[in-house]
C-alpha cells in the first residue's frame, strides 16, 4: 500500500515540501506519495478528524494551522507542548500525535552551516513576533544563550511572545533596533520583510557587532536584501533555506521510516526551483 503524506495549510501552492519530500521518496525507493491540501482554518478541524480515513498517515501543517494543530493531536514533545503550536502529524495505533519541527531545524541549519556558531555567544536579537519567532526564541535559549531581545513593529506581540520565556527575553522597541545590534552576536530575522513581494527590511548593519552572525528565516529569494548587506559588511550569513529542509527531515521519518538526508544535491534542486520561479 502507498503511504501517504501531505502539506496542510492556506495558501498552499507555494510550498516546496512536496519537493522535498518527492525528492526523498524518489531517492530511497519508497512507495510513497506527499501532496498538498489547501485548507482554510474553518475547515481544519473536519480535515484533520479525517486524515487517516482520507489515506493518509500523516501530514505537515503550516501557517495559520499550527496551533489548531497542537489542540487537535496528542504532544508529548517538549518543544511542542511549550510553544503550543505543531509542524508535524502522524497517526500511531490509531491516536493523532504532533511534534513540533522548526525549532530543531533551525538549530539544524545553523550547525551545518556554521559549526559552533553559538559558542560563546551570550546575547541575540530577534526581529519579529510571529509563530516563527518563538521558535527561534525557544532555539536559541535552548543552546544556552543567556539574553535574547525581541523587536517587532508591534511591540505588543514582542512583549506576548517575551512573556512565554521569563527574564532572559527582553523586548526592544522597532526604533531602536539598529542600538539593540550592538549588544547581539546574533541577529535572526523572522518577519516576512524581504520576501519576494513583501516590502525590503530596511535596515542599517553599522552597529552590529563584528563577526555577529546573521540569519533570516525568509529564503525567497535566497540572498535577502539583509543577507546581502551582511554578507558585504563581512558578516557570516546563514541563509533560510536550510530550516525548511532540516525540519522536514523527522516527519519523513515518521511517515516512510527512513531518516532521509539533507544533502547539497536536495539543496540544488529547491535552488533551482526558486530562481526558476524568479525567487
Ligand atoms: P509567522 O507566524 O509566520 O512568523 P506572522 O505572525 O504573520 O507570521 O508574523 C509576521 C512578522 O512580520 C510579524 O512580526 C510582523 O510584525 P507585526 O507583528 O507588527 O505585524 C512582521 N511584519 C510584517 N510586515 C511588516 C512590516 N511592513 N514592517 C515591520 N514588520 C512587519
Redesign the pocket.
Known amino acids: 500500500m502507498v503511504r501517504r503524506a501531505c502539506i496542510v495549510g492556506h495558501p498552499v501552492a507555494h510550498s516546496r515540501s512536496p519537493m522535498i519530500h518527492g525528492h526523498w521518496l524518489a531517492q530511497l525507493g519508497i512507495n510513497g506519495a506527499y501532496g498538498r491540501e489547501d485548507v482554510t482554518p474553518e475547515r481544519f478541524g473536519a480535515f484533520i478528524g479525517e486524515l487517516g480515513a482520507l489515506g493518509y498517515v500523516g501530514c505537515n501543517v503550516t ?2 494551522n ?1 496551533e489548531a494543530a497542537f489542540a487537535a493531536a496528542l504532544v508529548e514533545d517538549s518543544v511542542g507542548k511549550a510553544l503550543k503550536a505543531v509542524n508535524t502529524l502522524w497517526i500511531e495505533d490509531g491516536v493523532l500525535r504532533g511534534m513540533n519541527t522548526d525549532v530543531g531545524g533551525f538549530l539544524a541549519s545553523l550547525d551545518a552551516a556554521r559549526p559552533d556558531w553559538h559558542r560563546g555567544v551570550a546575547e541575540a536579537l530577534v ?8 521558535a527561534i526564541v525557544y532555539a536559541l535559549l535552548s543552546r544556552g544563550i543567556r539574553r535574547v531581545s525581541i523587536a ?4 505588543e ?2 512583549v506576548e511572545v517575551a512573556a512565554l520565556f521569563g527574564s532572559d527575553v527582553a523586548v526592544v522597541d ?1 526604533s531602536d533596533v539598529a542600538t539593540a545590534m550592538g549588544a547581539a552576536a546574533v541577529l535572526v530575522n ?4 524581504g520576501m519576494k513581494g ?2 525590503p ?1 530596511e535596515l542599517d548593519l553599522g552597529g552590529l557587532q563584528a563577526g555577529a552572525l546573521v540569519t533570516d ?1 525568509v529564503y525567497v529569494p535566497l540572498e535577502t536584501g539583509l543577507l546581502r548587506s551582511a554578507r558585504l559588511a563581512g558578516h557570516p550569513v546563514v541563509d533560510g533555506l536550510g530550516m525548511l529542509l532540516h525540519q522536514a527531515v523527522p516527519g519523513f521519518e515518521r511517515w516512510f521510516g527512513v531518516r532521509p538526508s539533507v544533502t547539497p544535491e536536495l539543496r540544488a534542486l529547491i535552488e533551482a526551483d526558486i530562481v526558476a520561479k524568479g525567487g
Do not use: D, F
Not at 523572522?190 to 520583510?193: D, K, V
Open positions: 501557517v495559520p499550527k526581529l519579529g513576533a510571529g509563530g516563527a519567532a518563538r517587532n513593529r508591534t511591540k506581540r514582542a522597532w523572522t518577519t516576512s520583510l513583501q516590502p527590511l528565516i
